[in-house]
């Protein structure tokens, strides 16, 4: 039976007050099929009933369909040109800029199941030996409090460790178990993992060096696109990076970015860092 009209915009509303995530009108085919499992997980016959609940307010089903509601695409190394750029450009750059205070911080900003950090992580290590020996900070946050255990965790399926990952990597930083797969504590260490709402206030930070804010833009509105990306500029230091989703831009919605090319990637400094209002090429 398909989801009523009101029980659908119910949902909708809510997701988009606690998330800011956009669900388009008709899409109540998404909204059934995520939800379905989570109906069954409280012994809900339907999701009309699941609605029923919801509406009596348990914040704690409040939390579990907003999780349900949002895609946690993800994988380690994704679209491979970004973590080019840092290893390329980015971080010899910051190194150089911050040789005196020997001090970096990354944020994973939407991290999912954790192998956007992971990734720089393994990278630093992999590339950058010297900075074992620097204040490096990786923070990684989601909205998700399932992800982030998850994450936390550092255990990956085969499937997971098949997308993106370096047959290298997975052999010296990861050990097999059972059917999955665990993070050596060594990387697992060097990632900070909190719960952050974007659309809420954001923790005292560190000024981020590089914020990887990818594939998660896309799910808001206009306003919320501009209002995070407002946050990002105070939250950067004034020379660092900022890396969006391939399908994101700061283009007609922050004129305070320029977009950078490196290579086959594009990310974003503060005009000011750039000092061309253009943005420059490689
Ligand atoms: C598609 S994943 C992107 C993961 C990773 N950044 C990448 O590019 O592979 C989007 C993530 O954004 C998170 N998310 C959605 N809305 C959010 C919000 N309002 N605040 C923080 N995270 C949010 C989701 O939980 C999900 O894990």
């Given amino acids: 039976m398909s989801l009523a009209p009101a029980d659908f915009d119910?949902?909708?509303?809510?997701?988009?007050?606690?998330?800011?995530?956009?669900?388009?009108?008709?899409?109540?085919?998404?909204?059934e099929s995520r939800l379905a499992p989570v109906a069954r997980r409280h012994g809900l016959q339907t999701i009309d009933r699941l609605v029923q609940q919801l509406r009596r307010g348990s914040?704690?089903?409040?939390?579990?369909?907003?999780?349900?509601?949002?895609t946690n695409e993800t994988s380690f190394f994704r679209d491979v040109h970004p973590f080019t750029s840092l290893e390329e450009r980015v971080i010899p750059e910051l190194m150089q800029r911050r040789a005196a205070r020997r001090q970096l911080v990354f944020w994973s900003a939407a991290c999912s199941s954790g192998q956007e950090p992971y990734s720089v992580a393994m990278l630093l290590r992999e590339k950058f030996p010297q900075l074992a020996?620097?204040?490096?900070?990786?923070?990684?946050?989601?909205?998700?409090?399932?992800?982030?255990?998850?994450?936390?965790?550092?255990?990956?399926s085969q499937l997971e460790v098949n997308r993106g990952l370096p047959a290298r990597y997975l052999a010296k930083y990861f050990q097999r178990e059972g059917a999955e797969w665990q993070i050596s504590d060594e990387i697992r260490r060097m990632v900070e993992f909190r719960a952050v709402n974007l659309i809420q206030p954001w923790p005292r930070m560190p000024p981020v060096d590089v914020l990887l804010l990818r594939n998660v833009l896309?799910?808001?509105?206009?306003?919320?696109?501009?209002?995070?990306?407002?946050?990002?500029?105070?939250?950067?230091?004034?020379?660092?990076?900022?890396?969006?989703?391939?399908p994101e831009t700061t283009l007609n919605v922050d004129p305070a970015f320029d977009r950078v090319q490196h290579g086959q990637t594009i990310c974003y400094q503060l005009k000011s860092a750039t000092g061309t209002g253009q943005g420059c090429t490689k």
């Fill in 218 to 246: 896309i799910y808001f509105d206009h306003g919320t696109k501009r209002e995070i990306l407002a946050r990002c500029r105070q939250t950067l230091q004034p020379d660092g990076f900022l890396f969006l989703g391939a």
């Fill in 133 to 156: 020996s620097w204040n490096v900070r990786i923070v990684a946050s989601d909205i998700s409090a399932e992800m982030l255990g998850r994450a936390a965790a550092g255990r990956f």
């Fill in 59 to 70: 914040p704690r089903l409040r939390d579990e369909v907003v999780e349900a509601m949002t």
């Fill in 10 to 31: 119910y949902v909708r509303t809510l997701v988009r007050d606690e998330a800011a995530i956009v669900v388009e009108p008709g899409k109540s085919y998404l909204v």
